[in-house]
DNA sequence: GCAATACGTTAACAAAGGATAAGAAAAAAT
DNA sequence: ATTTTTTCTTATCCTTTGTTAACGTATTGC
């Protein structure tokens, strides 16, 4: 369990104040309790099937999450340096994971555990602020999943992912292309003909203006 | 400002067990926060361009959240009784819902404001207790959309509902199939379509056995 | 450097869904 | 009770997507 340095501890706590404000006391109270977790490329951080036991903040790299289905990878989501991620589903309610996450490159997490989580709700000092960095966090999550089920019913595959050249340009850069078309809910090669029809209109405009 | 009686303050109170207890000098405090309030069917809780300023516990009755895209309504979710709703993103973040909600039946609900909620979790009585319970409010409703989000992008909009049936049978009854098919992401032709080759394939089964 | 693997595109065909319209059935309004 | 409205089904046509397979190009590992 190596620790993380100052500096590290520093990149995440200026993050965290998206989300709450610690004191310095409450903040010595968590950090004795992080610990660094580097993850190599195709790594797993959670297995699709267990209990997935801690939270992590990523320092650099990032992660895809995918469920299984029939054998096959269906990549759901994709976070990045300075992102927190978990599978909080089953972190929360201590049930075995139905996402499983990896590291899509090389990648370095400052992470906690669901029992030091407990530790500082039951503890005095850190409990108001762990509740409500709880809360914070929940509900940030509940709103990206709002924006996203809406996506699903009110747009077609080629809306969103028109909508995340526009709003999620580093998405592109970033995430292979098969696993962007999980994302999108399509094919990889529905979303290959998908950027050919985009092409071909955008080059018909071109030619018309 | 109609006050609920005792009666319904017990039903809501019954109900809130699953994600909290209050202490009866805290429930006093918030039951003096609630208020009843009468929705015809057909009527509006939210409209989808304005900020939702409450929270809802249906007492009797049924509600369906909707978007609209070009004109269209496009059914998102439906609640019963002994559920609490709101549109929780406008109403957490402050911002127009994306999403309207009207009644299916004539609906009665206790509901509570914003700036009620702000005022409890702003007096050291009930702080700590209404933090927790936004926290497992919040952490509920993520569960919800990760189990949505996985049916969206693992399953097929047939697999989708024959797990529909299975899974919350009361919704075939108490739905319009029309609404059903949106929440599935689907088309109401669609859903016939669907439902018919259903029936088939198992009217198929039976002359097999 | 070379082989193996992974990635993206394209083609051909089958299956499914969207749009529209028409009609039957059910529910609501008068 | 009988209109009127809403809901559900069915049919037709068209578009899109899924599936499978082939191919070229990057990447990766050795």
Redesign the pocket.
Known sequence: MQSPTALQLRQFRAQLTKFVEFSDEQWDLIASLLYLKSIK?KELFVSGDKVCNEVGFILQGSLRFFFVKDGIELSNYFCFQNELMSSYRSFLKRTPSIISIDAMEDSQLICFTYDSLQQLLADERTSFAMEHFGRMIAEYLICCYEERVFSFLTQ???ERYKRLIDEQPHFLNRI????LANYL?????????????IHESRSKQKLAS
């Open positions: 490329k077609t595959p080629e292979p292309q098969h696993y809910g399509v094919t990889a090669v529905s979303l290959s003909r998908i950027r050919k029809r």
